[in-house]
């Protein structure tokens, strides 16, 4: 049975209290109304246990927002949300149309930086997050005592004389629980063999993130990207003050499971809540998404810190995993899973405990 407001209730117990289930979590679809975002579609839910997100569907059904008993824990870019319209692949425009959030997800057929190689061009990190998704779903489903909302759709990557990958997206949450599970398909309908890279960029956030902020990792091993990255390693995973004159370090890990066969990396704030301490859990399943890294950014306006599991180790872009021989590819008709569990644990007991998994 969910737990809700300090107490467990029953299906039954539930219908009987409320006169619509909305009434205390649930999936809402809207619309935005102004500015670049005028239009966009959305849906808002809320699992009745302090978490709360907003899925973009005109954006791959990527989720730009998350709260947990009001308290914001993502990032959101500066230049806020905008319709797909308005992505152009040139020069800064994903910078331009980045809107942080819990996760923008960076695919399908490339993540880093912008290029062109033999199977065509491609900008910074993708083009799958600017594109609308289709066939959209959303599901409440009881099972005795125990419920679920569901979002669901399908965001087709395709082009003529080039990649035709289809990205099949379900989102779910309980009832009475602080999770988010996404589980994605990714299908190659085209009829040749194509590079298929894929990166979840989640974005943690102020007040989450802050001076007292610490992320912890399963992992093997962890190396600096470049000589700025090697000027922060003592300092890899710790938050600290915005600094207007900050150069972004990006680390390079080799994630490891913990016992339960999952890879995580969880980051903390025991400041938060009234000084109970939250913290944010990634779970993902490293069979799947065998890479990670981290991005440090504690600029001015950009004070983010990145978690980002992917499919390939190369964070240097499609050209040069080409060149190393770690570009990932699916054969026609080929499709692959991703599944990553977002969870938000609230006081030091819960919080411990998961920090142990990792040692």
């Not at 091993?221 to 300092?235: I, K, V, W, Y």
Request: a negative charge; aromatic letters at 8%; glycine letters at 12%.
């Amino acid at each position: 049975m969910p737990r809700l407001f300090g107490r467990e209730y029953s299906a039954l117990e539930l219908s009987e209290r409320t006169g619509r289930s909305e009434q205390v979590a649930g999936i809402r679809p809207f619309d935005f109304g102004d500015g670049r975002a005028r239009g966009v579609r959305a849906f808002d839910v809320r699992s009745g246990a302090g978490l709360r997100l907003t899925s973009v569907a005109d954006r791959a059904l990527d989720v730009c927002a998350l709260e947990f008993r009001g308290i914001p824990l993502v990032w959101h870019g500066p230049g806020g949300l905008a319709a797909p319209q308005y992505y152009q692949p040139e020069a800064e425009d994903f910078a331009r149309n980045f809107f942080g959030g819990l996760f923008t997800t960076c695919g399908l057929s490339s993540f880093g930086p912008p290029g062109s190689d033999a199977y065509g061009s491609f900008g910074m990190h993708g083009r799958v997050n600017h594109l609308p998704a289709e066939d959209i779903a959303t599901r409440t489903i009881w099972d005795g005592d125990a419920c679920r909302f569901e979002i669901a759709g399908r965001v087709s990557e395709a082009q003529m004389f080039g990649e035709n990958l289809t990205l099949a997206r379900t989102l779910r949450v309980e009832l009475g629980a602080n999770r988010l599970a996404l589980h994605d398909v990714v299908t190659n309908d085209g009829g040749t063999r194509r590079p298929h890279m894929l990166l979840y960029h989640c974005n943690m956030g102020f007040p989450l993130l802050d001076a007292d902020a610490r992320l912890a990792i399963s992992q093997r091993a962890m190396h600096p990207r470049d000589e700025q990255a090697e000027r922060g390693l003592s300092e890899w995973n710790h938050g600290g003050e915005p600094d207007p004159q900050f150069a972004e370090q990006v680390f390079i890990h080799e994630p490891v499971a913990c016992a339960d066969g999952f890879a995580r990396a969880v980051m903390v704030n025991r400041a938060l809540d009234d000084g109970r301490g939250v913290a944010l859990v990634i779970r993902y399943d490293i069979a799947q998404l065998p890479a990670l890294f981290t991005w440090r950014m504690l600029g001015v306006n950009t004070y983010v810190m990145g978690i980002e599991p992917a499919n390939c180790p190369t964070i240097e872009g499609r050209i040069e995993a080409g060149k190393r021989g770690t570009l990932p590819f699916l054969e026609p008709g080929e499709s692959r899973s991703y599944d990553i569990v977002f969870e938000v644990l609230s006081g030091a007991e819960e919080i411990d405990r998961t920090l142990a998994m990792l040692r």
